[in-house]
Nanobody
């Protein structure tokens, strides 16, 4: 089992930045592929970014590529999502998630463990 707790959400103006954190407990974080998803009201949950176990590989949704950066510190059992140049359409509830293998990383149904989410609101 892996328990995930997100933090760092808030309200920011368009063009601003936020850094989300995801603290993991239970199974060692380094054994998991980590991802971030988001879900806006009335919309389906969508993939944002993922990072491999050894930090060698990252993958982003086209909508955030070049603006968001996913990283991890396995020694601290923490994953981060640095979000720059935020837009109003980035407003969502952001979820941290974990899975075992680097397969189907953009599919929410393939992830085993989920946090409760942290709200990001971008005002224009």
């Amino acid at each position: 089992q892996v328990q995930l707790v997100e933090s760092g959400g808030g309200v920011v103006q368009a063009g601003g930045s936020l850094r989300l954190s995801c603290a993991a407990s239970g199974r060692t974080l380094s054994s998991n592929v980590m991802g971030w998803f988001r879900q806006a009201p009335g919309k389906e949950r969508e993939f944002v970014a993922a990072i491999s176990r050894n930090v060698a590989v990252t993958y982003y949704a086209d909508s955030v590529k070049g603006r968001f950066t996913i990283s991890r510190d396995n020694a601290k059992n923490t994953v981060y999502l640095q979000m720059n140049s935020l837009k109003s359409e980035d407003t969502s509830l952001y979820y941290c998630t974990a899975k075992g293998a680097w397969i189907s990383i953009t599919l929410s149904s393939s992830y085993e463990f989920w946090g409760q989410g942290t709200q990001v609101t971008v005002s224009s």
